[in-house]
């Protein structure tokens, strides 16, 4: 991301923002390669944003209620607790809430 974040900053001078990489998006005087570095950008801003909201999650699911979680993101309680097992990173042992829930019940 580093390349393509730097040659937009030369092009358009200033910090990437989402409202300034929208612009950038809805410019049609927008060169291809600014178009296409503005993908790469927006792709590396989301996943440090997933990684933002689960740490959230994940901190916040210990101190309020999934139901809290889930009015803060303005959905509901049973998608907040999805929402955080998506966002778990590969080999997380959170990932498998459902079978620890399942293990629970069977004792």
Do not use: C, F
């Not at 080999?91 to 019940?105: F, L, M, N, V, W």
Request: a positive charge; aromatic letters at 2%.
């Amino acid at each position: 991301m580093a390349a393509a974040e730097k040659r937009l900053q030369n092009h358009h001078a200033g910090v990437l923002t989402p409202v300034a990489l929208l612009g950038i998006a809805r410019d049609p005087q927008t060169p291809e390669e600014a178009r296409l570095d503005a993908l790469t950008v927006i792709q590396h801003m989301r996943a440090d944003l997933d990684m933002a909201e689960y740490a959230a999650l994940d901190a916040g699911r210990k101190a309020s209620s999934w139901t809290a979680l889930g009015r803060a993101l303005g959905i509901t309680r049973q998608g907040a607790e999805r929402r955080w097992l998506r966002l778990a990173p590969k080999g997380t042992p959170s990932r498998d809430a459902e079978a620890g829930r399942r293990a629970r019940q069977r004792s």
